[in-house]
C-alpha cells in the first residue's frame, strides 16, 4: 500500500468509527482525531476540551493532576486528601514516585491521609475538622516540614474557606501549609490540576526557603515523577558530565527543593505538560533558565546532553562528549540483542500529557515504529511538539474513547499496545501484546542510559512472549 493509499484507508477507518455517535457527539470527536500527511496543517486536532459525556474517556481529574501527580511524590509534606475517602484511597500508593527516606518519619509519601468527609461535614462545613486534622498530623508526624490540603469535589461545593484555615495553621504550626483548590470538577481532565498545583507552589512555596549559594553547575530537574526510579537514572547521568542536581521536581523530592527551585543555573523540564508554568514563573520572576529534554532512549539522550552541555563551559563540554562515547558502546549491545527481535513491530500508544511523543525516539531507536498515539489531556502545543516526529498516516487521537481505541486497534492490528491499566486487559484479551506506559508495568526505569536497556528488555518480553501463540485453543486454530 502506497503511503497515500493508506493515509486514505486510515482518514475511512476513522470515518467507520465514528458512525457509532450520535450527530452532535460525532461532530465533536471528528475534530480530536486525525491522520499525520505530509502537510501537517491538515494533521492538528482539537484539544483540551471537554470530553463528550458517556463515552468510556481514560482521563482522570483535577485532583488526580494535583495530588497524584504534582504534590503527593514531595516526601516531607503531609498531604491530606481533603473530602471523602475515595479519591485518596484509589489513588494511594498506586503511582510509582518512588522516594528515599525512612516511612513515617521523613517520607511520607506510602502514606494516605484524609479528612473522611462525614454527613455532618457535608451539612456544617470541614474547616473545624481540617484544623483539627492538622493539629493531629504536626503533632504525630512532628518531622513533617509542611502540610498540603488538597481538596476533593465536595470542599469547593459547600462553601469551606481552606485558605483561612491554612493562614491561620501556618502560623500555628510555624511551617507551610498550602491550600489546593484542586476540585475534581474544576477543568476538564488532571491538566487544570497540574496547573493549580504549580500556582500553589508559586503563591505559597517558592522564594520562601532558607539562603543557598548557586554553584556554577547547580541544576534542577522539573517534571519527573521518578517512576520506577527515573529521575535517579536521570540524575546519574547529568552529575556524571559533571552538573550538580540540587533540586527534582517532584519525583523524590523536599519542601526545600521547591522552595529553592530557582536558585540554579538552568532547569531541565522532562514533562513539558504538567510544570511549563512553574519552569516559565521562574524565568520571568527570578530569570532562572529553562531548557526541554528527553531521556528515553539513546538518540534523544544524546541529543538533550549536547544540548545541556552547550550551556556550560568547556569542561562540562568534554565531560558530555567522553561520557555519550561511553554509554554508546553499552547501548550498542543492548540494540544488537533486541533490535533483531523488535524491528518492523509497528506500534500504538495512548498516555497522558508526554510520553505520547516523549517514547517515539526509543522505539525507533529498537526498529519499531509507531503507527497510532494520542493524550488525554494534552494542549495544543504539546500536539505541535508531536507531529515532526511522527511519520506520514499516523493516527492522531486526542482524549479517545475506550471503543475508538477499540477499533483503530482492531483495525491496524499493532504489534504492541502501551498505554494505561484500565486498557491493558482489554487489549490483552484481544491477544496483544501490552506495556503499561504509566506504571511501566510495574518495572523502570526507562529514564537514561541505566533505563534503556530495562526498556527494550520489557518490550521484547511483551512482544516475544510465547504466551501470544496459546491464545486459541489448539482445536479452534
Ligand atoms: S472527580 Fe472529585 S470525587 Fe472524583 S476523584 Fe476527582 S476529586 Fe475525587
Not at 470530553?51 to 497524584?68: L, S
Not at 535517579?232 to 526545600?256: F, P, Q, R
Not at 569542561?315 to 567522553?322: G, K, L, M, V, Y
Not at 549491545?333 to 510520553?355: F, Q, T
Request: charged share 25%; proline share 5%.
Amino acid at each position: 500500500m502506497s503511503i497515500s493509499e493508506m493515509v486514505q484507508a486510515r482518514k475511512e477507518l476513522v470515518n467507520q468509527v465514528l458512525e457509532v455517535y450520535p450527530e452532535k457527539a460525532k461532530k465533536n470527536r471528528r475534530q480530536h482525531l486525525s491522520v499525520k500527511e505530509s502537510d501537517c496543517s491538515s494533521c492538528a486536532v482539537k484539544s483540551n476540551g471537554k470530553t463528550v459525556p458517556g463515552i468510556m474517556t481514560a482521563r482522570g481529574c483535577a485532583y488526580a493532576g494535583a495530588k497524584g501527580v504534582v504534590w503527593g511524590p514531595v516526601k516531607d509534606i503531609v498531604h491530606i486528601s481533603h473530602g471523602p475517602v475515595g479519591c485518596g484511597f484509589y489513588s494511594w500508593a498506586n503511582r510509582r514516585n518512588l522516594a528515599e527516606g525512612e516511612v513515617g518519619i521523613d517520607n511520607f509519601v506510602p502514606f494516605q491521609f484524609t479528612s473522611d468527609f462525614q454527613e455532618s461535614d457535608i451539612i456544617y462545613g470541614g474547616d473545624k475538622k481540617l484544623e483539627k486534622i492538622i493539629e493531629e498530623v504536626v503533632e504525630l508526624f512532628p518531622n513533617a516540614k509542611g502540610v498540603s490540603v488538597l481538596s476533593e469535589c465536595p470542599v469547593g461545593l459547600i462553601g469551606d474557606d481552606i485558605e483561612s484555615v491554612a493562614r491561620r495553621m501556618t502560623e500555628k504550626t510555624q511551617r507551610p501549609v498550602v491550600p489546593v483548590r484542586c476540585e475534581g470538577f474544576r477543568g476538564i481532565s488532571q491538566s487544570l490540576g497540574h496547573h493549580i498545583a504549580n500556582d500553589a507552589i508559586r503563591d505559597h512555596i517558592i522564594g520562601k526557603g532558607p539562603e543557598r549559594e548557586i554553584g556554577p553547575y547547580d541544576i534542577g530537574i522539573i517534571g519527573d515523577y521518578n517512576i520506577g526510579g527515573d529521575a535517579w537514572a536521570s540524575k546519574k547521568i547529568l552529575e556524571e558530565i559533571g552538573l550538580n542536581v540540587v533540586n527534582i521536581w517532584t519525583g523524590d523530592s523536599t519542601l526545600e527543593m521547591l522552595q529553592n527551585g530557582h536558585l540554579v543555573k538552568l532547569n531541565l523540564i522532562h514533562c513539558y505538560r504538567s510544570m511549563n508554568y512553574m519552569a516559565n514563573y521562574m524565568e520571568e520572576t527570578y530569570g532562572t533558565p529553562w531548557l526541554e529534554f528527553n531521556f528515553f532512549g539513546p538518540t534523544k539522550i544524546k541529543e538533550s546532553l549536547l544540548k545541556i552541555a552547550a550551556h556550560f563551559d568547556d569542561s562540562i563540554r568534554e565531560n558530555t562528549q567522553r561520557v555519550i562515547a561511553k554509554y554508546e558502546a553499552e547501548m550498542q549491545k543492548v540494540i544488537d540483542i533486541y533490535r533483531p527481535r523488535l524491528a518492523g513491530k509497528k506500534v500504538m500508544l495512548y498516555v497522558g500529557g508526554l510520553r505520547p511523543r516523549h517514547v517515539v525516539g526509543a522505539y525507533e531507536d529498537l526498529g519499531m515504529e509507531i503507527i497510532g498515539t494520542g493524550y488525554e489531556f494534552a494542549h495544543k502545543e504539546d500536539y505541535e511538539r508531536t507531529y515532526p516526529q511522527l511519520k506520514e498516516g499516523t493516527l492522531i487521537y486526542d482524549d479517545v474513547s475506550a471503543l475508538e481505541l477499540e477499533e483503530f486497534v482492531k483495525d491496524l492490528k499493532p504489534d504492541l499496545v502501551g498505554s494505561g491499566i484500565k486498557e491493558k486487559y482489554v487489549f490483552e484479551k484481544m491477544g496483544l501484546p501490552f506495556r503499561q506506559m504509566h506504571s511501566w508495568d510495574y518495572s523502570g526505569p526507562y529514564h537514561g542510559y541505566d533505563g534503556f536497556p530495562i526498556f527494550a528488555r520489557d518490550m521484547d518480553m511483551a512482544v516475544n512472549s510465547p504466551t501470544w501463540k496459546s491464545i486459541k485453543a489448539p482445536w479452534m486454530k
